[in-house]
């Protein structure tokens, strides 16, 4: 079993900034990619970054394309995400994934509220 913990919503101002964190803990070695999904209200979730354990691959949606950088600490077990110029449509709650690939998220976490004000 793989952990998840998010933290680092919050409210903040259009136009502003925030970094997302995810700490992963337990058997994190069977882990092979790590992603940030997010579901608005009334919406279906969507996908929004993901990465490879090893950091080299990256993949990111239109939508956060340019604004957004994931990243992550293979010493610390820790997801990151950077989001900038943030817009009200990017309201939603924040979850980080785990799985054994891109495409295969096993493990979430119980996400992480992030509200822009226009």
């Known amino acids: 079993q793989v952990q998840l913990v998010e933290s680092g919503g919050g409210l903040v101002q259009a136009g502003g900034s925030l970094r997302l964190s995810c700490a992963a803990s337990?058997?994190?070695?069977?882990?092979?990619?790590m992603g940030w999904f997010r579901q608005a209200p009334g919406k279906e979730r969507e996908f929004i970054a993901s990465t490879t354990w090893s950091g080299r691959t990256t993949y990111y949606a239109d939508s956060v394309k340019g604004r957004s950088t994931i990243s992550i600490d293979n010493a610390k077990s820790t997801l990151y995400l950077q989001m900038n110029r943030l817009k009200p449509d990017d309201t939603a709650v924040y979850y980080c994934?785990?799985?054994?690939?891109?495409?295969?998220?096993?493990?979430w976490g119980q996400g992480t509220q992030v509200t822009v004000s226009s």
């Open positions: 337990g058997r994190t070695f069977s882990v092979y990619a």
């Open positions: 994934a785990a799985g054994l690939s891109l495409q295969d998220y096993k493990y």
